[in-house]
């Protein structure tokens, strides 16, 4: 079953009418580019017997093999406990320390060598390399001051607001070390946004640090620190303590004035526990190694409890197979550490694999969009991992920029949304010279690592499709009934892993039951039943499987909105437009832009007697950005006198979507004001066909998809 590509039996069972199933075949196949050249001979993975050890029939104890990548200091007892499904437990009875796994175990033979190379967006600075001695050095007296100086203790959590510098990797293992439960809140998250975050997951501690550079200019981002801490007290969590790094030493703090008892710079604290060390403490294999906080249907973040023997097995073995990850590497991603693809495959998979991690601070096309290749080109990057949104950006600013410098890359990854197969080909042709494997990675924060891509040394390409899936995954692709969509039939359904895997998220941080709701109810056979395979995991994206096997993934079904790749939650931009005064009713849509992928339109409604003005409209927007970031900011804001309603009163957002991107908003026969369809378009200065018109088949199924 997980053994795609061979030659699915589909392909050969009738289907349609004989022409069109031979041209589905053709074009399947004709699109397809086959793995580099020689790179067989070198991969970490280098045949498709892979998928006979990950069967179905050895699961769970297929996983054994990733368990085994990472040093435990007890051996687990039981592979996988299902006995409280759907909580499942990964390698029961097991001991280990995610930092010691990072880097402790690394020091014997690669204590010189660069855990990471932080490049600074001031291209006037020097790379500095982290070796993994200095990283043991610097985790080590972060742990203890945060045990000694800040009392954390195993098992509390802390939250760090931290922007891109080697203080966010050091803060993380630091906490792992000493067993307290990190959240890393995305730097570009608003104070507010950071504040609900500590609330929620009752952190008593921020880690926050006093600024960063980011498109040429200094961020004070201390500045967010007072709305954080108002927000969380006020949401009933108080901060004891604020430690706060310092980006450039000396440089004087901004308007921000430390509180004093609770705010430390940390230059100050940190020369006390100088050369002082912390025994790693034995983890659990099911301890949580950390949250991170991601978007749903609802205007609350969710709380995703990571494990830590679970992910961290699966995070290192899948930046091994799937990345292609050796020691050597100088590997590079782009991602935030902020957002999952940061913590999986920036600081967590590398390093446990003792390879050299780079680390960039600011945004890839600063000061032009021939950096990155600069960057690797003089520090060797041999793999290169980022956006579609990033790529769309450095094609449109600079298409033949990747060929002015030599850059040697044998892997090239692509993540977090669907890459057009022209953006696509860009990568592969131009900046990958035809000689790189591209993989195209389908996941989410949820389950902690890949779960379709291709393997890069075996697998043929097919752009604009993620892939098959990995080994020991089982996806099965279930209509609205919950019945298989037919193999193969590149018919649309919504796309569930039939089985549990180590990096699965063990639950919402303080919400259980909406971990079951949300993520197994759909589709659950029996809710009392502890055997997996009654518990399909839902995944929330659309999907169709081709004949050879490849997912074509389509997009979110519910309301999290993509933009540049950032996830985003339809209902907390809603929320926040409804804390501006005097307005009534909200929707966020997603319009279609041409680099970002998606970015919000917003739709208020105001209350009677408050006169629509440019000025309320400006309020709605910069209300957002200071609850959620500059991230969220809408593209536009448009006043209606009334939203399209059903007749129970709920706003048809498939509607606005529609006129926001210019499509046929199909049948308003349910509204109970269909006038008012016309009035908006008005508004909204749009009509049909004149939408931004990109990706038009994707945007009018994700339309066609909303409410
Ligand atoms: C989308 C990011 C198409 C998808 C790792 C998923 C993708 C959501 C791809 C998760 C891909 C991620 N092709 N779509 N290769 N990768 N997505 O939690 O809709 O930020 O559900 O995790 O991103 O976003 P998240």
Redesign the pocket.
Known sequence: MARPPEEPKSRSEPRGNAVSQSIDALLADEVKVPPPPGMKDQANVRDLEIFDRFSEEHFPACFEEYARLLDWDRPWRTVLDTSKAPFWKWFVGGELNAAYNCVDRHLERHGDKAALIFVSEDESQPAQAVSYRDLYRRVNEFACLLRDFAGIRRGDRITFHLPMTPELPVSMLAAARIGAVHCQVFGGFSGAACGTRIADSGSRVLVTMDGYYRNGHWISHLDNVGAAVETAESLGQPVEKVLIWQRTPGKPPGSYRLKEGRDFYLDEVLPRYHGKAVPPERMRSEDPLFLMY?SGTTGRPKGCQHSTGGYLAYVTTTAKYILDIKPQDVYWCTADIG???GHSYVVYGPLALGTTSVLYEGVPSYPDAERPWRISESLGVTIFHTSPTAIRQLRKTNPEGPARHKCRYRVLV??????EPEVWRWYHGKVGKGRAAVV???????TGGFLCSTLPAIHPMKPGS?GPALPGIYPVILDEEGQPVERGSGRAGNICIRNPWPGIFQTIWGDPQRFVDQYYKRYNRDPKSTDWRDWPYF???GALEDTDGYYR?L??IDDVI?VAGH?LGAKELESACLQVPGVAEAAAVPLADEVKGRVPDIYVALRPGVTPSSEMADRVKTTIIERIGKIAAPQHVYIVEDMPKTRSGKIMRRVLAAISNGVEPGDVSTLVNPEVVDAIRMIAGRRVGEGPGLSGETIRREVRDLD
């Not at 692509?414 to 890459?419: A, F, T």
């Not at 195209?440 to 949820?446: I, K, V």
């Open positions: 991601t957002w999952i693809t692509s993540v977090g949304e669907p890459i195209d990675t389908w996941w989410q924060t949820e993620t995944t929330g994206d993934i997009g979110r993509k996830r």
